[in-house]
Structure formats: structure tokens, C-alpha cells
């Protein structure tokens, strides 16, 4: 009985959110305005495209950990990555946020201060894997200088089908291959199976 009663107060309120008539919110210029949401243009950014290729979450996952992956998403900036697969990663003897030379016995650093040298140490790795600008040319063999300073990278050819795409037709500093090309709104990712050395 009581559901009953309660259930015939509630339908006056259901019955005016279904109604035709919608009241303009105060702020509104006009009803007849149609919400359009912001989006990119139409292709992805290089963030949305980090976010989404399963052969590049290790390096986008120090990519997040500084401020450069703040490139990433920006529509402004024009970046070439070069995005090492996790494979590439998972080889390295030494991995990102370690040091290039290990700590030497007997050192003893305190906890902030391996915090404070493994983020320099990913974000000197992070660097030396974007180009700031894009699009760039990979053919005849050309250099680039990266966003680490005084670290550039070289594209050199490589025999192959004449009819493949550009970027299948070099290779990086001496042996690293380009697997994979994809564009976004606001430079171009080539997934590569090695690492840019820092050193």
C-alpha cells in the first residue's frame, strides 16, 4: 500500500522530465544553438596514439612521468617520436631511469636522491627519442638534433622495395629499424626496434 502511494507522488516528476518542453538554462545566448564539443582535427594526438599501440606502453610510461609527455597532447607543438617497442626496452641492460654507470660500491645515496637522478635520467632518455619538429624528411640520409642537447640522430638508407614507404627504407644510427609509421594532428610516431643512446 505504502509503495503504492509512494510510486503516485513520484510519477508527476517522471512525467515532466519526459516532457516536450525543456527550459533554456540562464547563460545560454540561444535555444536553438546546437552543442558542438571540442575535438581534434581529425586525426588523433600523438598522446592519443601513445595511448592506444601496445608496443610502445613502456615508453609512453616514462613519457608520463615528466613534463615532455605535456608535448604530446598539445595540438600547438610539432614533435617527431621515435618510440622504442617494449621488446627494444626490455633488451636494454641498463633501463631508462637507471644511471648510465652503476653507483659505485660502498656509495651510499639517500632515497630522495635516487628519486631526483632516476627522473633526470628518464627524462634525458624521453628527450633523446623526440625531434621538435615534424614532418621531416628521412631520405636522402639526414640528421636531426633531438630534444636532449647535443644529441642528434641520423636516418640512413637501406636497400629495399623501392615501392615501400619512406620510412621502411632507412634505418637509424647505424641499425636501428623503423617498424611503423603513424600521423597525428601534431607530428608523427615511428615505432622503432632499438633505443636512441644517450651517450
Known amino acids: 500500500m505504502r509503495l503504492q502511494l509512494f510510486s503516485f507522488l ?29 575535438t581534434h582535427a ?21 613519457a608520463r612521468e615528466n613534463e615532455l609527455s605535456q608535448l604530446f597532447g598539445n595540438e600547438a607543438s610539432s614533435n617527431t617520436l ?7 626496452i626490455m633488451a636494454l641492460a641498463r633501463k631508462p631511469h637507471q644511471s648510465p654507470a652503476p653507483v659505485k660500491d660502498g656509495v651510499i645515496i639517500s632515497e630522495a636522491e635516487f628519486d631526483r637522478l632516476a627522473k633526470t ?17 628521412l631520405l636522402p640520409p639526414k640528421t636531426y638534433n633531438t630534444l636532449l642537447e ?9 636497400d629495399g622495395d623501392e615501392s615501400a614507404p619512406e620510412w621502411a627504407l632507412v634505418q637509424l644510427d647505424g641499425g636501428v629499424r623503423l617498424t611503423g609509421m603513424k600521423e597525428a594532428c601534431n607530428g608523427v610516431m615511428y615505432i622503432i626496434d632499438g633505443t636512441v643512446k644517450t651517450e
Open 10 to 38: 513520484l510519477v508527476p516528476f517522471f512525467t515532466s522530465a519526459f516532457s516536450d518542453e525543456q527550459m533554456v538554462l540562464p547563460g545560454s545566448s540561444d535555444a536553438s544553438e546546437v552543442y558542438t564539443p571540442l
Open 42 to 62: 581529425d586525426k588523433p594526438t600523438l598522446a592519443d596514439l601513445l595511448t592506444i599501440e601496445p608496443s610502445a606502453s613502456i615508453f609512453y610510461s616514462y
Open 82 to 88: 621515435l618510440v622504442p617497442t617494449n621488446k627494444a
Open 121 to 137: 635520467n628518464v627524462e634525458r632518455w624521453v628527450s633523446a627519442h623526440i625531434i621538435p619538429r615534424s614532418p621531416i624528411s
Open 150 to 158: 647535443g644529441k642528434n640522430v641520423t636516418f640512413e638508407r637501406v
